[in-house]
C-alpha cells in the first residue's frame, strides 16, 4: 500500500495558528500607541504649515487675517482640524495653535 505523508497534520496547523495569534497579540497594541503619537505629530506639522500660510497672507494683503476662516476662503489652508480632533486657533499676535 501507499502512504500518503504529504500536508500538515492537525497539531502542526494549531501550533503555526497559535503562534500567529500570540503574534498579533503582541503587535496590535503597538499600533493602537503609535496611531495617537502620529496624529499628534501630524497636527504639529500642521500647525507649522499654517502659520507660514499665516505669512503668506500677511505678505500678500498687508495685514494678519482676522480668523482662521480667512485662510480657508482665500484658499491658504484646505482644514483647520487635525485629525486628533484639535482645531486650529488664531492668536491675536498670528500665531496658530491647536486647542
Known sequence: ???????????????????????????????AEKNTSVQNTGCDALVQMANGQVQAYQMDNGSLPIDMNALVTENYLSKTTCE?????????????IAQ
Open 1 to 31: 500500500m501507499l502512504k500518503n505523508e504529504k500536508g500538515f497534520t492537525l497539531i502542526e496547523m494549531l501550533i503555526v495558528l497559535m503562534i500567529i495569534s500570540i503574534l498579533l497579540i503582541l503587535i496590535i497594541p503597538n499600533l
Open 84 to 96: 486628533n480632533g484639535k482645531t486650529l486657533t488664531l492668536t491675536t499676535d498670528g500665531k496658530v
